[in-house]
């Protein structure tokens, strides 16, 4: 029967065996605080933060890269330098994480971009809301890359139904960078209502001819429906298709899925705008207001 002291040795190095595995398993990312001791020379020993290129600079040897790696490949790499640099002969080095980098950067399509201290793991609809919640051009396809690896990325998708959002959330932790990219957008011009950009929003990432018509608030009464075009860029230029508006509304032709840079140009019910160039329909498109439905 183990004695209390055995008991309680026994503890205390587990614990402290767990501390040492949690910091062999966290990666160094720029804004890390380290503490970084050579035996036997005092003299080298510092307390450098991680810059933002990933390295750390260090007494007699200069700038080491060590973003991405462990405090064991770190301390092994700095001995490796102070080998080659012929500084020292064995060197023994320790490398520890003293300071993580708590800020989480929350980049792209939101309303307040920048950097917020979190010093705990938060959901992604957490870190979203402190940076201001999604702008109208968002994409639903949010990616996260983890602490100290631009290899390690997560996707989140924020899906339109409340109850999906919430259920599949991923943790952000700190020192992760959140991206939220830009949604695809068709255009609709011509005789509409509210002539723009519309960003594809759906859950499917999807949006039709009439979808798009729609959230241009349909065609006015002078449109000639039957000369409604599809402008759509190819590899090899424009590529000008004729549609009947009038038909796909009706149901009598099947409605047309829409790619990323569409544009719908439904002609006004005049002659001298029967003839618009396709460049002269994309140039103008360039410069359409955008929307969010």
Not at 131 to 140: F, K, P, Y
Not at 179 to 187: I, M, N, Q
Request: charged share 20%; proline share 6%; net charge negative.
């Amino acid at each position: 029967m183990l004695s209390k002291l055995s008991e309680a040795l026994l503890v205390l190095f587990a614990w402290t065996g767990g501390v040492v595995l949690a910091q062999e398993s966290l990666l160094i990312a720029p804004g890390d605080s380290l503490h970084i001791q050579v035996f036997d020379t005092p003299e080298m020993e510092q307390r450098p933060r991680v810059t933002d290129a990933g390295t750390v600079p260090l007494l007699f040897i200069g700038d080491v890269k060590v973003a991405g790696l462990t405090p064991g490949a770190a301390a092994s790499l700095i001995e490796t330098t102070l080998k080659e640099k012929q500084f020292m002969l064995r060197p023994r080095v320790s490398v520890t994480i003293q300071e993580v980098n708590t800020e989480v950067s929350v980049l792209g399509q939101v309303n307040q971009p920048g950097s917020y201290v979190i010093t705990a793991p938060r959901s992604i609809l957490s870190v979203l809301s402190i940076a201001g919640g999604l702008t109208e051009l968002a994409d639903r396809h949010i990616a996260v890359e983890r602490h100290g690896d631009a290899h390690d990325k997560v996707e989140y998708f924020l899906s339109n139904t409340s109850r999906e959002a919430m259920d599949n959330q991923v943790l952000v932790n700190p020192g992760d960078v959140v991206l939220v990219p830009k949604a695809p957008v068709v255009y609709v011009l011509g005789d509409v209502a509210h002539p723009g950009g519309f960003p594809i929003v759906t859950n499917d990432s999807k949006m039709s001819v009439l979808q798009a018509v729609a959230l241009a608030g349909t065609a006015t009464h002078t449109a000639m429906l039957s000369k409604t075009r599809l402008i759509r860029k190819t590899p090899e230029g424009l590529q000008d298709m004729k549609l009947d508006l009038a038909l796909i509304q009706n149901g009598k032709k099947p409605d047309i899925a829409l790619q990323p840079d569409d544009i719908l140009f439904v002609p006004f019910n005049w002659m001298k705008n029967m003839a618009v160039a396709s460049s002269s329909i994309a140039n103008s498109a360039t410069s359409a207001l955008i929307y969010a439905h």
